[in-house]
Every structure is written in structure tokens, then in C-alpha cells.
Nanobody, 118 residues
Framework: QVQLVESGGGLVQPGGSLRLSCAAS????????MGWYRQAPGKQRELVAT???????NYVDSVKGRFTISRDNAKNTVYLQMNDLKPEDTAVYYC????????????WGQGTQVTVSS
């Protein structure tokens, strides 16, 4: 069954904003560290922002000050608010759930395309 469902991607002009959402099943949301990765054409997938299991947040340097990861525990949803978007932010964005102690150590969403272009 589908465990992580992303939404919110699209086409935006440079300087614009988008908010990505990732709805997770409760069994995952409460036991896994949630985060966002992205993969641009011809590049490796990279971590963008994540919650640690201790509840702290980590960001890749290139998005610090522009992107914010947040969560709504009542909705089992994690968000990625992306402001001041740049063409180099163009990528497929993936929701990720991580728990190396679980039988299934990680889950990936299906990906949502974000294109920043004028």
C-alpha cells in the first residue's frame, strides 16, 4: 500500500514560493524521521531538509534561510515551505521516512516535480 503521498509541486518563477506536502500513514509518521530529498537531472539525490528522531531540523546549505520543514502531527503530514526559489532548485522532490531500527528502514514517496523557470 502507499505509505507516503506527496503533493504541491509545479512550475514557479524565480523568487516565487511553493509548499510541498507529504501525508504519511500514522504508523510511519510516529516512528520514523521524516524529511525531503531532491534529485535534479543528471545529479545524485540529495537531502534537502529533515527532522531528526530527536525533533531537530537539518538543511542542506543551499536552502538555509529559504526553505522550512514543518509537521502537523494531527494530520500525519510534513511540509516543505520553499521561498525565494531559484532555477537550481528545479528537481523532483521526494518525501522520505527513515528508521534504521525498523524492519523496513526507509520509505520513499513517488516524487513531485518542482520547476523554477521564467
Amino acid at each position: 500500500q502507499v505509505q507516503l503521498v506527496e503533493s504541491g509541486g509545479g512550475l514557479v518563477q524565480p523568487g516565487g514560493s511553493l509548499r510541498l506536502s507529504c501525508a504519511a500513514s500514522g504508523s510511519i509518521f510516529n516512528r520514523y524521521a521524516m524529511g525531503w530529498y531532491r534529485q535534479a537531472p543528471g545529479k545524485q539525490r540529495e537531502l534537502v531538509a529533515t527532522f531528526t528522531r530527536a525533533g531537530r531540523t537539518n538543511y542542506v546549505d543551499s536552502v538555509k534561510g529559504r526553505f522550512t520543514i514543518s509537521r502537523d502531527n494531527a494530520k500525519n503530514t510534513v511540509y516543505l515551505q520553499m521561498n525565494d526559489l531559484k532555477p537550481e532548485d528545479t528537481a523532483v522532490y521526494y518525501c522520505h521516512a527513515d528508521n534504521p531500527l525498523a524492519i523496513t528502514a526507509e520509505y520513499w514517496g513517488q516524487g513531485t516535480q518542482v520547476t523554477v523557470s521564467s
